[in-house]
């Protein structure tokens, strides 16, 4: 008797071969944001953040196809790898602009701005337009519709912000902000380590304490052990990448108060971008975005839980600039 196969059939390989393909996927992409770093250029850092938008976006595309959900994934990946482009671009020449009068600038808005919020409109407006062509069978359309929007915003656009974050510390000619350039880069760094934390947190601790997992129906192997010992250590590396980022010697009790606040916030925002992702793959069946980083996934997986923290960094920088 012949077996179907399946496609959502667990990795074989123990925890522990999980956690070592987890920590070399780690390492190398820490060393390709220590190359980002040592060349420290504006379009270096809008080129990583480019490379995983598209990346993501063609992942999408082929989790859409597998799955035969009603979508347009070519749609959405043509918006998906040429829009973080084209924001890369318009906050490249925009920072000439601010040396000129008010007057003379050829945009009410600024035009990165412009650019995100044009793109997810025209893209809908598209999507309905091309399904007019089709006959209408139940609520095929909207699911189609919202299915392509939701593979552009989630988490290509989302993460894109990164790219409007960094461009405010290169907002005048020949000037930076380092410590905003850093401060994305803090961001980022404490959102994937709420994550792996959290792995190896539910590995060593996972059972043993609550019978109760965090939420089954969407990620079972997720556990509250998991999640309060990955608080704890992210909270603790958070605190101590402080000092060498931004070349602090001391903090005070108000201001590791504020810290630890900040730290909350930024993890409890990954672990609901972790789990938006699980729901996406679970609601596709679908195991893993795909097999670019041993133990981790595809850049889908890895950038899942950065697209929720890193848009609200951008409105707090958009709101104390």
């Not at 084209?86 to 009410?108: D, Q």
């Amino acid at each position: 008797m012949m077996r179907t196969p399946n496609q959502d059939k667990k990795p074989s390989g123990s925890k522990m071969g999980v956690l070592l393909q987890r920590s070399f996927s780690t390492v190398v992409l820490l060393g390709l944001l220590a190359g980002a770093l040592w060349w420290d250029r504006e379009l270096g850092y809008y080129g990583l953040v480019c490379i995983f938008c598209i990346l993501a976006s063609w992942e999408w595309r082929h989790m859409l196809l597998r799955s035969r959900k009603a979508s347009q994934p070519n749609l959405s990946f043509l918006f998906g790898a040429a829009y973080p482009v084209l924001l890369s671009w318009a906050c490249y020449v925009t920072k000439f602009w601010e040396i000129a009068p008010t007057e003379n600038a050829p945009f009410l808005i600024p035009l990165p701005l412009l650019v995100a919020l044009a793109a997810p409109v025209l893209l809908v407006v598209i999507s309905f337009i091309r399904e007019m062509k089709y006959p209408v069978v139940g609520s095929r359309a909207l699911r189609s519709v919202g299915t392509t929007l939701l593979s552009f915003i989630y988490p290509g656009w989302l993460f894109a912000f990164a790219i409007l974050a960094l461009h405010l510390a290169y907002m005048r000619v020949g000037y930076v902000y380092p410590s905003i350039v850093m401060c994305v880069l803090w961001v980022i760094l404490v959102t994937k380590m709420a994550d792996i934390f959290a792995y190896v947190s539910g590995f060593l601790l996972g059972g043993r304490i609550f019978s109760r997992r965090l939420i089954p129906h969407i990620s079972p192997k997720k556990t509250w052990e998991g999640i309060l010992g990955s608080w704890v250590l992210t909270n603790a590396a958070a605190i101590g990448l402080v000092f060498p980022m931004f070349r602090v010697s001391v903090l005070s009790m108000p201001q590791m108060l504020v810290l630890v606040g900040c730290v909350s916030f930024i993890f409890l925002l990954s672990v609901y971008g972790d789990l938006a992702g699980s729901l996406v793959k679970r609601s596709l069946a679908i195991k893993d975005s795909g097999s670019l980083l041993p133990g981790i996934g595809g850049i889908f997986d890895l950038i899942d839980s950065p697209s929720f923290t890193v848009p609200f960094f951008w409105f707090l920088l958009a709101c104390i600039g």
